[in-house]
């Protein structure tokens, strides 16, 4: 899947249309950490939430949403949402370093 975002991109860029490369190159300002894990959840209702041509089909935007998630420096941190390179893996959820040190000083 995350190979079908990489063939719409050279597509519009062979067409010409190069507003809509510049779009889906810079989606990750528009679109939050934590949309993207709902994304990756296959979760809909985010599209509710964010403001998104026409033209972005939902197997784009998850296509876009993996190729995200492997292109961000480490994991995304399940309590504050932000990725990281450092930290554990809790019952396969990733908490990051800083979350981490601050749950421990709490006990």
């Not at 190159?25 to 939050?32: E, K, P, W």
């Not at 296959?42 to 998850?62: F, T």
């Amino acid at each position: 899947m995350n190979n079908f975002f990489e063939q719409t991109v050279l597509e519009l860029t062979r067409k010409g249309d190069l507003k809509k490369v510049k779009f889906l190159r810079g989606l990750h300002r528009h679109i939050m950490p934590s949309q993207v894990a709902r994304i990756n959840q296959n979760d809909r209702g985010v599209l509710r939430e964010i403001v998104l041509p026409k033209w972005v089909s939902w197997d784009l935007l998850r296509a876009w949403a993996d190729n995200f998630k492997e292109e961000g420096k480490g994991k995304i941190c399940i309590l504050c949402n932000s990725q990281s390179d450092l930290g554990v893996d809790f019952r396969d959820k990733f908490i990051c370093e800083n979350c981490f040190i601050r749950l421990k000083q709490l006990t």
